[in-house]
């Protein structure tokens, strides 16, 4: 069964193994989407009550309530693009 998360990373990291996404307009419809989604009660937010500002991003992981996988996002780094990637 295809999570609505692993549905997400692979639309917007382009199936990257990594799951860096694949430009920063990508970045941009990633949070568009999981806000769409937490607020259809298909994805919960794990590390607080609410999701969190564009301009605040911080690692952040998100939990999809059909499959109860764990995802997280990881903001871009120095050397680093953003990811967001299923938690092992």
């Known amino acids: ?29 990633l949070w568009r989407d999981l806000h769409r989604l937490a607020n259809e009660s298909l994805v919960e937010p794990i590390d607080g009550l609410s999701l969190p500002d564009f301009d605040s ?16 996002y990881i903001p871009a780094g120095e050397k680093r693009s953003p990811q967001f990637r299923r938690c092992d």
Do not use: H, I, P
């Open 1 to 29: 069964m295809l999570g609505v998360l692993e549905d997400l990373v692979a639309t917007r990291t382009n199936n990257d193994r990594n799951g860096t996404l694949a430009s920063a307009w990508d970045e941009v419809l």
């Open 57 to 72: 991003l911080e690692r952040r992981r998100f939990r999809d309530v059909k499959t109860s996988e764990v995802y997280v």
